[in-house]
Every structure is written in C-alpha cells, then in structure tokens.
C-alpha cells in the first residue's frame, strides 16, 4: 500500500524567512502533484513533477522530485502572509489504479 | 474554461432527506472523481468515474450513490446520511484517468447532515 509522509504537518514562520516542506512515499512513482487549500476552499493546483529530477517555480514556490529517493520538496523563498494555507502533496500511482494518494497536508501560518 | 463547477455550495439536511450533490465540467476530461474531506484531514477518494462508468468504490457505503449521466456531468445522490457523513464534499477531474494529467478540482459542497 503506497504511503505518502509529508513533515512538517504544522509550521509557524515569520514572514521573509525561507522553508521547506518535504513530501516522501513508499513506492515508485515519477509522477507528483503539490496543491494548496486555503480554509473553507477546495484545492488549487501548484505544481506537476512528471519525472526524476523535475524542478518547478512559481513566484516564491519551487517544487522538485527525486523518484529515486521518492521524496518530493516544496520550498518556500522569502514567506510572506499570503502563502498561509494548507499544502498537500499527492502522489500518482501510474496506471496501477486510477487515482493519486493525498499526504495529510502541512498548514503554514506565516507571522507578519 | 478550466472551471469544474458544484452545485449547492451548502446543504443541509435531515437523516431522511434525499437529495443530489452536481458536478459539471466543459473541459473534456474522461475521468471524474468524488472525494470526502473532514476538517483539517486530506480528501478521502469515494469514487472514480473513467469514460463515464464506475472504476472505483472505495468502500463507500451504499447511502451514498454516484451516477454519470454524460461525459461532463457527475451526480452523488444522498440518501438516509448519519451525521458523521457531514464534510465538504470535493468533484474533480482530470483528462485521463491512471494518467499524468493533474486533477481540477471544484469549489465542494459543504454538507450538514442533522
């Protein structure tokens, strides 16, 4: 059974320091999605990592994915308050089944 | 349009009651999918629709019925709820199932059940 770890599940930041959150699974798998939920909401798309060694950026987000060590990572550059919110990876099972795997999700409250 | 839409946002309801949660998306995605999500948890995955018929049940019990009446629409008839099924309650879609293709993932129904 495929099991997807992220940690931290809670993280308390002051607004222009520099974070990661880390997102590791228990089986191979070359395809990873990062969404984020703001509370109250539904999930926003963030990043897809199709294969080993994808690295994507988005303003103050960069996403990467190492399959061979199946750990994906999403950092965070310079916080500011906006980012707070919940961030979930979720990772595909490729063809074994047609769903993805949700990690528990971390919350980032980033302090003023 | 990259838009999946879900209709009501709110519902409550009785242990009774029936009613249908809505999904619709123009995208022309093949699979469709309806996940559960408690307070501060991931979504759970309930079911998965791929090219209109049903792929997956994750063990959902039966008070929860799902239907896919055409390629964009998805449908999850509620009936005798207990109220630990009150949730937000998550449509999504995506090109292909079981492929690299992202799931979009619409506004959610927030469910009451009393």
């Known amino acids: 059974e495929l099991k997807v770890e992220q940690n931290p599940l809670f993280l308390s930041m002051q607004e222009g320091k520099n974070y990661t959150i880390y997102c590791n699974y228990s089986t191979t798998s070359d395809r990873l999605y990062w969404y984020r939920q703001d509370p109250g909401k539904s999930l926003e798309s963030l990043f897809v990592?199709?294969?080993?060694?994808a690295v994507k950026q988005e303003g103050r987000l960069m996403a990467s994915l190492d399959t061979k060590a199946r750990l994906s990572t999403l950092h965070i550059t310079a916080a500011v308050h906006d980012l707070s919110a919940t961030y979930f990876c979720?990772?595909?099972?490729?063809?074994?089944?047609?769903?993805?795997?949700f990690g528990k999700g971390t919350r980032l409250h980033i302090l003023p | 349009d990259t838009e999946v839409t879900q209709t009501p946002k709110h519902l409550v309801m009785g242990m009774t009651n029936k009613k249908s949660l809505k999904c619709e998306q123009h995208m022309g995605h093949r699979a469709m999918y309806w996940y559960k999500q408690k307070a501060k948890k991931p979504p759970e995955l309930m079911f998965v629709?791929?090219?209109?018929?049903?792929?997956i049940n994750e063990s959902v019990p039966s008070r929860f019925s799902p239907e896919c009446p055409n390629s964009s629409l998805l449908n999850l008839h509620l009936h005798a709820l207990q109220p630990e099924d009150s949730a937000l309650y998550l449509c999504?879609?995506?090109?292909?199932?079981?492929?690299?293709?992202?799931?979009?993932f619409g506004p959610g129904t927030r469910l009451t059940v009393t």
């Open positions: 979720a990772v595909d099972l490729m063809n074994r089944d047609d769903k993805i795997i």
């Open positions: 990592l199709l294969s080993n060694g």
């Open positions: 999504a879609s995506s090109r292909i199932a079981g492929s690299s293709y992202e799931q979009y």
């Open positions: 629709y791929s090219y209109e018929k049903l792929s």
